[in-house]
């Protein structure tokens, strides 16, 4: 794999980069139509949902295919929040704790078991979560689900809902993702990722797998409850079916087709989770499922890194079709240098 190019590596072209795309994020929620903006934050939402799940099964390589619960968790509690008049700073904060708790005792058992057995544990709470959500009406609002409208823009901003849905969106998420970024690159991202490729090595560097795997889980599980907030934010309305576990299948295709442990891969598999349905339904309702595992096929047949690995793969063919530069002649080989024999 070829190097990005030093013009890509200067700080004035990173801090231009980083200027264009915040223009472009308080620009566009002003001039897209609300369909737009609709679609956009909710793509936003689940690039969250992703980002925690890639934190668990992408930078620390254990399986986890129940992430959807924590996003229904956060959901429904921000749902009580808003329908028990709690301010919009205390509902993000119970949606971001009471996850993270949930998360945290059942990584105490997740963390000790491997392969199968952990497979098995992360299946059952979706499977769990939406019968038990059909009958905590007191707090879930049974199989009807619950709504509400605590995420209205506020008349002294003069935007519309879609509008402040996206900018609200675009700032929790921006943060997250920049904690995350933070975390995985720092010392405990090293650590996760000793922990993943080894277990032993870890072990003989005093390396806790245990806890690791636990603090992994944990932060999935709060970021889980942070994409759960937004998505009532966003959709002001969840039921049981929002925890199904075909929607936790979903989650982890978006993960792997955008691409795993790679944090532009969570925002593409946002992107996956909300368009690439739109598109199979309005090609043919009745082949949705199977287009979309088609879909995964072809991206994981020609990059088997996700598409976050697309720039870096084109680098790479490109470097092999351009011909090889001819080494510079030497003092003997120059032209019309005589040779001896």
Known sequence: ??????????????WIAVAVVVIAAVVLPLVLP???????????????AVLGLNVVMGYGGQVSLGQIF?????AYTAAYGA?????????????????AVVGLLIALVAARLGGLAIAMLTIALPIIGVPLAKRLEFFTGGPQGVSSRFSDAPIWSGLYNDQYHL?????????VFLLV???????YGRALAIVKENEAVAGAMGISAYWTKVLAFTVASLVGGISGFLYMAVVQYTSPETLSFGHSITLV??????????????VLGGLYYIFVPILTNAIDPNLTAFLQGLIMLVVLVVLPGGLASLPS???????RKSPPSKPLPGPAQEIGAPTHT
């Open 1 to 14: 794999m070829s190097a990005p190019s030093p013009f890509l590596k200067r700080p004035v072209v990173r």
């Open 34 to 48: 609300e369909v737009a903006n609709d679609n956009l934050a909710r793509v936003g939402v689940f690039a969250v």
């Open 70 to 74: 924590f996003l229904g968790l956060g």
């Open 83 to 99: 329908t028990h008049g709690w301010n919009i700073v205390l509902i993000l904060l119970a949606s971001i704790l009471i996850p």
């Open 167 to 175: 900018y609200l969106v675009l700032v929790i998420g921006a943060v």
């Open 181 to 187: 970024r933070n975390l995985v690159r720092g010392k």
């Open 253 to 266: 295709a978006s993960m792997v087709v955008g691409g795993a442990a790679t944090m532009f891969g969570s």
């Open 313 to 319: 793969r084109l680098r790479s063919l490109m470097h």
